[in-house]
């Protein structure tokens, strides 16, 4: 955990220290609401639901299958999602202990009471603690998170970011993140449709960039440039692909600058601390931005301090949820970085990966996919799309204020079972 | 991956690129052998058996299960093993792929050629590069990695010191590492009986250590070291207890200091390095041991770089295998720190760990955990044991020196399952 003066730092103590302080603040029908629920709550059960489009292609597009979490207490629930690789993180949940410091996700999470946000805190330094040497953990705990957070909201009758501090939330401005086209004309036929959709932001990545020659990449920024206009912000997601080769890097770095890209994205694995404090020295105008690997605060914090970031991208569904995503977001405006959520799967996890910044109105810019697969789109029965003025704006409706679908949902659940020892650890349980 | 100096700064070049140079330097009768393995050989099966204590205790006795890892290609095979949770890890060799960042581990794994150490390196990239958003894979792959290291050492007929680019490999001094004793008289007696096997070094961890009052500490930690007598090198493992409390790690200091521990180990989570370094500034005599946790490169060297660490301790069923570790070996030589291996399971485990710095005549302290559950005995049909001296000798043999046994393992095997839409991805697979 960070330390004390980090943690929630635009948070009262008070407020940490009784959620129910809320009610007080409501009408008396709320309050008579909140008094109702204001006895103590356990968690009775946690399901994982794994959703799959019928056949994943090998492409960079996060949309192709999620990974839904219900938690549910007496007669309320809350929703969220992991990232990637959804049978690992069902392992995770269910697997037999390996010792004390290795258990289940689950063990850490049933029965525990969930009657305040300082439940959520405690419940997550149970599970780092309970599951240290269980790697995968961060991943499976943070879609669990993210749904005791729109478990809490729901209960409470307030949206996610009101409880997690802020007073206000602000629109942002979406960028479309979309993949590089495999050819520079593609790429130049997707920004220009970008533009007719309103966007006046866009994120491409991933694809043949940085794999091929340095003149391939020209042609592709060049290409998304044209596309976008003059105006249009370009920003450019590197995928990783260099691994630790500043040298790769440094290589796009002028035609980045003709093309006046705002940021390039993930030049380098995110351990990569030194490598990326090396590109930031030369980058400048062009900003460096990164984070979206990072799987706790610890991480973020060091590419905060030492990687050179402009802009620290977390993934909600990553870095062990809302929680952790808030004290990275507290920790980022401490140091003059600017916070940018990361996603790439349903408007569950996007409304998610929003929350932890919505109350920041400095930090503008928003990830928001637009080539998301049937899936994502199917899995929630509402949506969030941006205004008339191509703004984005966080639901302001208790807990996360996405709907799950059930019934969309129900063509994609991957039926799965885990048997070990002849008995049944996991068997995808009913939608409900 | 670490910038280039620092890969094998003591491996020839020429040796990494071509590992068949050994058979030039073998007898007439070996360089026979050789030639006819010199044969490119492709990675036919990846086989991990789960296996278990019939119970296994919440306690910190990493010795309760394991993840025994096989590769085979042609008639030759090799054995590695996996860190914990292996369900979870079962996982992640088989799931189905998420996206192209996201593959299960084994497809990058099956297929390959396997001629070299080039080659281990080489699939241990297209790992990390294909289940990059898989956070369980550098876990799993660890194991892999092990059990290429002991196939090419089997199939060259060298053991793996020699093909990580040393000459001759040196006796270490291991320490018993055992849990510290419910009660402080329980210690004691533990400290007496280690003295009484022949070691002079011992290390107490996990227990109530931390959790209670410093005043239990410090009757648990005078009990040690009345136990060790006066000349017994005393470690203490704090096992993460601390999480980032730097006070609550302070308040201990004063009694290490009174007992002359040489290394005060976790006292805080891996990615705390701010917090180990504030600590550091106020512990010599005491150094700071840690980076168990680590699970790539990179976080060991920040822990190196930044968390005023005298002692690094790796373990390569966690850290990407043996490959990682001689990296972080090689990179704790050129910053003056210690490399020590953390095992905590069988003698296949242990052997691995030993590897990376069997080479390095001043790093001369090792783990040798001497209260190892059933299983982990039963697991290999040799074990590595302190000769007369006390001195700790890793195999001169080829591979990692270590023969499991396939009849001893069979009562612990765990019999497991994993079904995705009617379809067995995984099942254990016969003992062979």
Same sequence: chains 1, 2.
């Avoid at 206009?229 to 450019?236: A, F, H, N, P, S």
Wanted: with cysteine.
């Amino acid at each position: 955990m960070p330390p004390g003066p980090l943690v929630y730092s635009s948070l009262p103590l008070a407020f940490l220290q009784s959620c129910h302080a809320i009610a007080l603040l409501q009408t008396q029908r709320r309050f008579v609401a909140v008094h109702i629920e204001a006895r103590t709550m356990k968690i009775e059960s946690v399901d994982f639901y794994y959703l799959s489009m019928p056949e994943v292609l090998d492409i960079g597009d996060g949309s192709q299958d999620a990974l839904l979490v219900r938690v549910a207490a007496g007669e309320h629930v809350g929703w969220g999602e992991c990232e990637a690789a959804p049978l690992v993180s069902i392992a995770s949940l269910v697997c037999p202990m390996s010792h004390s410091a290795c258990k289940p996700v689950e063990a850490s999470v049933l029965g525990q009471t969930i009657d305040s946000v300082d439940d959520i805190r405690k419940i997550g330094n149970l599970v780092r603690t309970n599951s240290l040497d269980l790697l995968q953990a961060d991943h499976t705990f943070s879609g669990i998170d993210i749904a005791l957070w729109d478990f809490l909201g729901r209960r409470l009758g307030e949206p996610v970011w009101k409880l997690l501090g802020y007073n206000k939330c602000f629109g942002k401005m979406p960028y479309a993140s979309v993949l590089f086209g495999d050819t520079a004309n593609e790429t130049l036929l997707k920004a220009k449709t970008i533009v007719k959709q309103g966007f006046r932001a866009a994120k491409f990545g991933w694809g043949k960039f940085g794999l091929t020659s340095v003149e391939d990449d020209r042609a592709q920024l060049h290409a998304a440039r044209e596309g976008l206009g003059q105006d249009g912000i370009l920003l450019v997601d590197a995928g990783t692909v260099w691994n630790t080769d500043v040298d790769a890097a440094r290589a796009r770095l002028k035609v980045l600058k003709e093309v006046r890209a705002t940021w390039l994205e993930e030049p380098f694995v995110s351990g990569a601390l030194s490598e990326y404090h090396m590109l930031s020295m030369e980058s400048a105008p062009v900003g460096l931005a990164g984070g979206e690997g990072c799987h706790n605060f610890h991480m973020a914090k060091h590419m905060i301090d030492l990687a050179g970031l402009q802009f620290i991208q977390i993934d909600a569904g990553r870095i062990g949820g809302i929680t952790i995503a808030k004290d990275v977001a507290d920790y980022a405006v401490a140091k003059g970085v600017t916070y940018v959520n990361h996603t790439f799967t349903s408007n569950l996890a996007l409304s998610a990966s929003l929350q932890p910044f919505a109350g920041l109105e400095s930090h503008t810019i928003c990830e928001f996919p637009t080539e998301l697969k049937s899936l994502a789109m199917a899995m929630t029965k509402n949506h969030i799309v941006p205004d008339d003025n191509g703004i984005l704006h966080v639901p302001d409706a208790p807990g996360l204020g996405i709907e799950p679908d059930l019934q969309g949902i129900g063509p994609y659940l991957v039926e799965s079972e885990i048997r070990v020892r002849g008995k049944q650890l996991y068997k995808t349980p009913p939608l409900r």
